[in-house]
T-cell receptor
Framework: TQTVSQSDAHVTVFEGDSVELRCNYS??????LSWYIQHHGHGLQFLLK??????VVQGVNGFEAEFSKSDSSFHLRKASVHWSDSAVYFC?????????????FGHGTILRVHP | EAAVTQSPRSKVAVTGGKVTLSCHQT?????MYWYRQDTGHGLRLIHY???????EKGDIPDGYKASRPSQENFSLILELASLSQTAVYFC??????????FGPGTRLTVL
């Protein structure tokens, strides 16, 4: 069984600030990690993923995430946020061995960007 | 771009009544999923399907049934709706990779 923990329920920053949203997971096998964004009243949209290779992965709109096996983490970062980045961000993990594509989500982090 | 639509977008149901939520995707994806989202929580998987005419239980299947009559359509059925099933329901689909494409959600209120 895999679990995902997003330690920050809310993060508030100002436009132009950098931000890091934290994600820790627990699972001993081969996994696929991803981040999704949910704007208010909408469905989730894929941001980026990690499966293997370079631990730093780039996503859309300037987001990147870094995988750390030693820390069991997959933190999401952005160097300079815009007010439109205000949304809920979900970290998700999938067991690649099961071949079901099932995603286990964290509880989400609400990011508020003040103009 | 993947297109996943859901209907209705919002519904009010009475306790004990039957509710059917529908999902339609137009990209020939094999896998389809139903999740529920409760305030302050992430999404939890209810049922999923990887081929027409077959469904599988997810992590919280109790009180729900699913139907996949065709590759494009995937329904979630609440035979006897209960107050605890008030939530936002999301349908998603995917092809061979792990990226899932989500619909806009259905807000269900059970009174």
């Amino acid at each position: 069984t895999q679990t995902v923990s997003q330690s920050d329920a809310h993060v508030t920053v100002f436009e132009g600030d950098s931000v890091e949203l934290r994600c820790n997971y627990s699972y001993g096998g081969s996994i696929y990690l991803s981040w999704y964004i949910q704007h208010h009243g909408h469905g989730l949209q894929f941001l980026l993923k990690y499966y293997s290779g370079n631990p730093v992965v780039q996503g859309v709109n300037g987001f990147e995430a870094e995988f750390s096996k030693s820390d069991s983490s997959f933190h999401l970062r952005k160097a300079s946020v815009h007010w439109s980045d205000s949304a809920v961000y979900f970290c998700a993990v999938s067991n690649t061995g099961a071949n079901t594509g099932k995603l286990t989500f964290g509880h989400g982090t609400i990011l508020r960007v003040h103009p | 771009e993947a297109a996943v639509t859901q209907s209705p977008r919002s519904k009010v149901a009475v306790t004990g009544g039957k509710v059917t939520l529908s999902c339609h995707q137009t990209n020939n994806h094999d896998y389809m999923y139903w999740y529920r989202q409760d305030t302050g929580h992430g999404l939890r998987l209810i049922h999923y399907s990887y081929v027409a005419d077959s469904t599988e239980k997810g992590d919280i299947p109790d009180g729900y049934k699913a139907s996949r009559p065709s590759q494009e359509n995937f329904s979630l059925i609440l035979e006897l709706a209960s107050l605890s099933q008030t939530a936002v329901y999301f349908c998603a689909s995917k092809t061979g990779g792990y990226e899932q494409y989500f619909g806009p959600g259905t807000r269900l209120t059970v009174l």
